[in-house]
C-alpha cells in the first residue's frame, strides 16, 4: 500500500481497526518518518482496554513511541462527542512533541460516506469536501478503497479488532455505509468520487475569492456593512461564514449563519447580537466587528 508523506515526525491515530493498523504497517517501513503512534480509548465499549493492548503491542513491534488516553466517555457518548475528545488528545500530543502534522486512516469509502452524512444533513457547499487533508491534519490514503485496505492488512499478516459499534445502524454514519452506498453500483460510487474531487478544487477556488474579499475590508476584522448589503443572499452567506471562520470561529450551523446575515443587513446600528461561546457581532451603520470576550 503506497503512501505518500513528507519526511518528518508524525503523530499516526491509531484506533486498533482494519485501516489504522494497515497505515501504521506502511509508514512503519519507510525509514525516513519519525513515528509517534497515539491511540484515544474513548470508553464507550467495555472491551476497548483490548484494542489499546493490540496498538501498543504492534508499537513496540515497529519500535515506535506509543502514548494512549482513556476519555471514558461512556456508552451514552455521541459520535460528535468522542469525535472532539479524540483530536483534542491527538492534537494535545502533536503540540507535546513538536510534530509536523497528525496522520489519520480515512479512506475513499470514509470521504464518500461523508460527503452523503453531510448533504443529508443539510451542511453548506464544504460538506461534500470535509473530509481532506489540511496544515496539521494528513489524511494521505483518502484515494484508496476500503477492500484494498483490507486486503493489504489480510496480505501482510496483520491483526485488527472490529469496532462492534460500527455495525450499528441506529447511527447514521453506520447506516450511510451499510444500507445506502452499498446500494450504488461502482460506477455511481465513481461518479460520486469525482464530483467530490471537483468540489475540492471550486471550494479552493471560492475561499482565494472570499479572502480577497475580507482582505479588502477595513482593518480590524470587520466587515463593510454597505458593501456587504450589496451581495445576493446566497454570497453573503459565504462572506459570512469565511469572515467567522477567519475570526476563529468554525462550529457553526446554518441556523446560526442565517440569523447573523439577516441580522447584518437589517438591524439598527448599535444592535448587538449573539454568536456563540461570548462571542457577540456589534452592527455599526458602516461596518460589522466581531467582540471576543478574552479579547
Known amino acids: 500500500m503506497k503512501v505518500d508523506v513528507q519526511p518528518g515526525l508524525y503523530v499516526v491515530a491509531v484506533s486498533?481497526?482494519?485501516?489504522?493498523?494497515?497505515?501504521?504497517?506502511?509508514?512503519?517501513?519507510?525509514?525516513?518518518?519519525?513515528?509517534?503512534?497515539?491511540h484515544f480509548d474513548h470508553g464507550i465499549r467495555s472491551d476497548s482496554h483490548l484494542d489499546r493492548q493490540l496498538v501498543q503491542h504492534a508499537s513496540e513491534q515497529y519500535g515506535i513511541p506509543f502514548v494512549y488516553h482513556e476519555g471514558?466517555?461512556?456508552?451514552?457518548a455521541s459520535e460528535d462527542v468522542a469525535r472532539r475528545a479524540r483530536y483534542e488528545f491527538l492534537h494535545n500530543v502533536r503540540r507535546a512533541s513538536g510534530a509536523k502534522a497528525i496522520i489519520t486512516a480515512h479512506h475513499h469509502?470514509?470521504?464518500?460516506?461523508?460527503?452523503?452524512?453531510?448533504?443529508?444533513r443539510g451542511t453548506n457547499r464544504k460538506g461534500l469536501t470535509a473530509l481532506r487533508s489540511r496544515t496539521n491534519i494528513h489524511r494521505p490514503?483518502?484515494?484508496?478503497?476500503?477492500?484494498?485496505?483490507?486486503?493489504?492488512?489480510?496480505?501482510?499478516?496483520?491483526?485488527?479488532?472490529?469496532?462492534?459499534?460500527?455495525?450499528?445502524?441506529?447511527l447514521l454514519r453506520n447506516y450511510i455505509r451499510h444500507k445506502i452506498l452499498p446500494q450504488l453500483a461502482p460506477e455511481d460510487r465513481q461518479r460520486l468520487g469525482e464530483v467530490i474531487k471537483r468540489m475540492h478544487q471550486v471550494n479552493d477556488d471560492l475561499d482565494e475569492q472570499l479572502l480577497h474579499f475580507l482582505h479588502l475590508q477595513s482593518k480590524g476584522g470587520t466587515v463593510d456593512r454597505r458593501q456587504f448589503n450589496r451581495l445576493s443572499h446566497a454570497v453573503s452567506r459565504e462572506v459570512m461564514a469565511a469572515w467567522l471562520r477567519q475570526q476563529g470561529i468554525r462550529d457553526f450551523d446554518q441556523k446560526t449563519l442565517e440569523r447573523l446575515v439577516v441580522a447584518g443587513k437589517t438591524f439598527f446600528p448599535g444592535a448587538i447580537v449573539d454568536v456563540q461561546k461570548g462571542v457577540k457581532m456589534r452592527i455599526h451603520k458602516t461596518y460589522l466587528a466581531l467582540e471576543h470576550p478574552d479579547r
Open 16 to 38: 486498533g481497526g482494519v485501516d489504522s493498523m494497515a497505515l501504521l504497517h506502511a509508514l512503519a517501513n519507510q525509514p525516513d518518518l519519525k513515528l509517534i503512534a497515539a
Open 72 to 76: 471514558n466517555l461512556g456508552p451514552a
Open 109 to 120: 469509502n470514509d470521504a464518500l460516506e461523508t460527503a452523503v452524512l453531510n448533504m443529508l
Open 141 to 170: 490514503i483518502l484515494h484508496i478503497a476500503k477492500d484494498d485496505i483490507r486486503r493489504y492488512a489480510q496480505d501482510q499478516g496483520l491483526v485488527w479488532r472490529e469496532d462492534s459499534t460500527n455495525t450499528d445502524i441506529r
